[in-house]
């Protein structure tokens, strides 16, 4: 056969290709919603003819492993687990193949590949037991890339104790194999894993993996296990720890009468006591309240010999003591040196440990130098510490070292935001305007504690406004006192009422902070249209992807504005999927922050120019794109240690008009959780990553669910069906935004007409005037 004939046949081979997959689209485009029931074996039929005619075709092979994903899961959507034997076998012929057939996406992928890696475990944790499905999953780890893994390494570690031992087993086999190839990709999210003490057989599972990484990386395992355990000790000092825990035990015990719970939260701190001090800083607490909380210790044993409550009431003498105690003493703590707090930290030079989130597979590794010697504590409830370390490329990396927040929800975040970054820069008309996601690192040290990445050229609205008005003598809630005066009992007024006082407070200000700012800390009107540019484009692109996430709270200090580009950056991620919306008190009316001071610093053309463009064309890619987007947030809500407090969400309170920050000792009844209020004169400092005590006490209720979590598989089943119900609810609604169908259920809205709408519903006063205080919505 000639050269010419043989380019001839395989262009008609192409072309049938190309033919038989279209043949596939349009039989699921003629019957969306009911074709895994009535067209299965044509559209199978179609899609498989398009697999031999060119099966070096990545998008033949998607399409065919994403239909047979998505008949097994109409198969066994009904049917919670129990399928009969026939039911089960022919799930079992759609799950084989789509197996293969994600195997054959992913290695033919050019690009990022995590939509199909997380389809495909997906169904190997949940159909992995069958003999079949783990020979598919097993031939097919050899014909991809290990680097394959590294991006789905949270949700593999998330299931090493899986309760099937075929899949365990395969799961701690594809983790050693990672950790051969990629070490430093492994090491901190297993060290984690090890500190799981809610769940011994997880902890177990991640410390067979870490002996089998021993063999080849001793050095770096021993390394990294010293950094992590010593980072944890910085991030949350005696003193912390103790201060937290009374308030704890004295809400359980005064509040909650709990007396079981109290004991369970002050016995750990007293063995932590018991074992002794290692640092200078934790031999002055043991010698300054050793004595005391040794005496209160021995109260409450006597109690639960005589069952007298005059014992624990002397115990609660010396531990309201040792709190006031305390509490007075933090405040005045502002650096931390590591001399005084962690020595193995400022001895650890040259190490072969990676600075944590930079490590890429095929790029030089940047290795710990040094550690700074002093870290500063950030005035705010939590008091997270600025922490420098020293890269082997002579860079300081500055960090963020958070000691009370479950980092592993920014960081699966990050992991969605990494895809639509990718999707972003595959589209043309998104990469010309350079549209992306600002992300930052996100690297959990244990359930509670973690490393955020620091901007370091990057201010809070809330400060930037604060300092803007300060500067020209303007009353900071300027807006709020003319509400204030026109209607004193503002919460109290009907929505209407609401509307016209919220109307008049607008009226009688101008809202040019913000468009002030970028004006003024421009020093050319080259930067500043530039800067204005990048601005309105990073809202928009925020605005739609957290909208499609249903991310909420975002008031002034959890938006930040990076003074070099003028991007703005968005932190903390403690409310996702719309639970802001569902709260009892101040539930939240709009998609996303698009306040009157947002859309001035926009400038002459408002919304109406560069930002609506935006939206459509971020919302038109994440549409064209809905399976991907789809396949990542079905994995963060199956995630067993992540919950996402799906269910009760925790409620703001109402404004504080106190600006001092006392921290008296709880009253019985309970802890009040308070909102950071524009009224406060330092609610964060500007560079604060994270939450302000806007919400503290919701972020404590996610670390708590997320422990709650990890311990599932134990039991539980009511809040388990609960969770699984909420998660459905969650998923079909991400379905209707990402389809159109987000306002009428039985009507698709093009992109144009659903961003419309959206940008209506959040610029509009009903909406606006409801929302509580702290949101500053008149900002």
Known sequence: MSPQTQRALYDQTVLLAKCYLRQGEWLIALDKDGWQYTQVQDILTSYSQATKYNPRWYKVWHAWALANFEIVQTLTAGNKGHLSRTDHNMVIDHVVPAVKGFFKSIALSQGSSLQDTLRLLTLWFTHGGSADVNTAVTEGFANVSVDTWLEVIPQLIARINQPNKRVQQSVHNLLADVGRAHPQALVYPLTVAMKSWQNTRRSRSAAQIMDSMRQHSANLVAQADTVSHELIRVAVLWHELWHEGLEEASRLYFGDHNIEGMFATLEPLHELLERGPETLREISFAQAFGRGLKEAQDWCRQYETSQDVNDLNQAWDLYYQVFRKISRQLPQVTTLELTYCSPKLLNAKNLNLAVP????????????????????????????????????????????????????????????????????????????????????????????????????????????????????????????????????????????????????????????????????????????????????????????????????????????????????????????????????????????????????????????????????????????????????????????????????????????????????????????????????????????????EASIQTRARARTNSSAGEAMTNGGAPEVESQNARAVEVLDRVQQKLTGRDFKNNEELDVIAQVNKLIMEATKLENLCQHYIGWCNFW
């Open 357 to 692: 989130g930079t490590y890429k597979s095929g790029q030089p590794i940047v290795r710990i130098m040094s550690f700074d010697t002093t870290s500063s504590v950030i005035n705010s409830k939590q008091r997270p510490r600025k922490l420098n370390i020293n890269g082997s490329d002579g860079k300081s990396y500055a960090f963020l070292l958070k000691g009370h927040e479950d980092i592993r929800q920014d960081e699966r975040v990050m992991q969605l935001f990494g895809l639509c970054n990718t999707l972003l820069a595959y589209d043309s008309e998104c990469f010309k305007r350079h549209l992306n996601i600002q992300r930052y690192p996100a690297i959990p040290l244990s359930q509670n504690s973690g490393l955020l990445g620091w901007f370091p050229n990057s201010d809070t609205l809330h400060v930037l406004i604060r300092e803007y008005r300060e500067s020209r003598k303007i009353l900071l809630n300027i807006e709020h006192r003319i509400m204030l005066q026109m209607a004193p009992d503002y919460d109290n007024l009907t929505l209407m009422q609401k509307v016209e006082v919220f109307g008049y407070a607008l009226d009688n200000t101008t809202g040019q902070d913000l468009y002030r700012v970028l004006w003024l800390k421009s020093k050319s009107s080259e930067a500043w249209l530039e800067r204005r540019t990048n601005y309105t484009r990073s809202l928009g692109v925020m605005s739609m992807v957290g909208y499609i996430l249903g991310l909420g709270d975002r008031h002034p200090s959890n938006l930040k504005l990076d003074r070099v580009t003028g991007k703005i950056i968005h932190v903390d991620f403690g409310d996702c999927f719309e639970v802001a919306m569902k709260r009892e008190t101040y539930p939240e009316r709009v998609p996303f922050r698009l306040t009157r001071m947002l859309t001035y610093a926009m400038g002459a053309s408002n919304i109406e120019g560069s930002f609506r463009i935006t939206c459509e064309n971020v919302m038109r890619v994440l549409r064209d794109n809905k399976e991907s987007v789809m396949a990542v947030l079905e994995a963060f809500i199956h995630d067993p240690l992540l919950t996402w407090r799906l269910t009760n969400p925790a409620s703001p309170t109402g404004p504080n008009f106190r600006s001092d920050r006392d921290a008296a000792m709880p009253v019985p009844g309970g802890v009040r959780a308070r909102r950071a209020s524009i009224l406060d004169s330092d609610v964060a400092p500007p560079e604060l990553l994270n939450a302000p």
